[in-house]
């Protein structure tokens, strides 16, 4: 019953921001880490961002600067604000849940989204 949605993909022009969000839904009772990855044609997923909870935020070199990271643990809800786009980051966007336990289950899982396309153009 858990799902993480995403939204806020879209087409932008190099310069330009957009901003993700991502909900996890379902009966949560905490979760480890909230990260973000993304994935471009032809190469590998990369950790773009990682929240680990009640640690600091950690980026990879080529957004930091650029990208923020923010979580309201209260809503379970995590957000990417991307700006000064560059067409190298065109990709594909995930959040990622690790860790999470449910009410009702007692086991740690990840979870997925199921990716929002990020396009820009130059």
């Known amino acids: 019953q858990v799902r993480l949605v995403e939204s806020g993909g879209g087409l932008v022009q190099a310069g330009g921001s957009l901003r993700l969000s991502c909900a996890a839904s379902?009966?949560?009772?905490?979760?480890?880490?909230m990260n973000w990855y993304r994935q471009a044609p032809g190469k590998q997923r990369e950790l773009v961002a990682e929240?680990?909870?009640?640690?600091?935020?950690k980026y990879t070199d080529s957004v930091k600067g650029r990208f923020t990271a923010s979580r309201d643990s209260a809503s379970h809800t995590t957000y990417l604000q991307m700006n000064s786009l560059r067409p190298e980051d065109t990709a594909v966007y995930y959040c990622?849940?690790?860790?999470?336990?449910?009410?009702?289950?007692?086991?740690?899982?990840?979870?997925w989204g199921q990716g929002t396309q990020v396009t820009v153009s130059s």
């Open positions: 929240m680990p909870s009640g640690g600091f935020t």
């Open positions: 379902g009966r949560i009772f905490s979760i480890n880490a």
């Open positions: 990622h849940a690790a860790g999470l336990r449910t009410a009702l289950s007692g086991a740690y899982e990840d979870y």
